[in-house]
């Protein structure tokens, strides 16, 4: 059965610092791994979406990155603004799409 | 198009009671999802279409949960005998699956059930 987790659970950082988030999972046979954000309330949004063929995908400040082998994908943020604010969720898919709890970030300005 | 909408975005209901939540996905997406989300938790799948034909069920998707797809365009998430073990929010998403494998999904805002 996949696993996937997501540390931090929590994060606050100060306006304008570069930050990355992290995703692991247990089962290395996926399709492909997205990276979601949630507002409060709010349905999900996607960020990016990383094929199980590819190393890393790129958009504007949020670069993704994806080891297969290891189990284990980044969500690099530059420049973070309060704007970024909001619940980062990592889903793999597979036989399904599992999701990791998310990290919840906060950034002050 | 504005995206997958869903109906009621909130619904309040007691426990016994039955509920429906109608998810319309985006124009021409044939794959539709409906997930169920905790407070703290990430979604978690309970069941997909392929246009009108329901593929997969998770085992989440007790007796008491209905899924339907009839006319492979809206979608709609029956609940009876509510419990309040069933407040949750409900996302719906659809994706195109335009190479027959996974595809990025785009999800709806949500129905929030709260079973008192």
């Known amino acids: 059965k996949q696993e996937v987790t997501q540390i931090p659970a929590a994060l606050s950082v100060p306006e304008g610092e570069n930050l990355v988030l992290n995703c692991s999972f247990t089962d290395s046979a996926i399709y492909n791994l997205q990276w979601f954000r949630q507002d409060p309330g709010k349905g999900l949004t996607s960020l990016l979406l990383?094929?199980?063929?590819?190393r890393e995908q790129t958009s504007g400040r949020l670069n993704a990155s994806l080891d297969k082998s290891s189990g284990r994908s980044t969500l690099y943020i530059a420049a973070s603004q309060p704007g970024d604010s909001a619940t980062y969720l990592c889903?793999?898919?597979?036989?399904?799409?599992?999701f990791g709890a998310g990290t919840r970030l906060t950034v002050k300005p | 198009d504005t995206g997958v909408s869903q109906d009621p975005r909130h619904k309040i209901t007691k426990r016994g009671q039955n509920v429906t939540f109608r998810c319309d996905p985006i124009s021409e997406h044939n794959r539709l999802y409906w997930y169920r989300q905790t407070l703290g938790q990430g979604p978690e799948f309970l069941t997909y279409?392929?246009?009108?034909?329901?593929?997969?069920k998770s085992r989440l998707l007790s007796d008491r949960f209905s899924a339907e797809r009839p006319k492979g365009s809206f979608s709609t998430l029956e609940i009876q005998r509510t419990e309040q073990g069933d407040s949750a929010m409900y996302l719906c998403?659809?994706?195109?699956?335009?190479?027959?494998?996974?595809?990025?999904?785009?999800f709806g805002p949500g129905t929030r059930l709260l079973v008192l």
């Open positions: 279409f392929q246009n009108e034909a329901q593929l997969e």
């Open positions: 990383i094929q199980s063929s590819q």
């Open positions: 889903a793999v898919s597979g036989s399904d799409m599992r």
């Open positions: 998403a659809s994706s195109p699956a335009l190479f027959g494998g996974p595809e990025t999904q785009y």
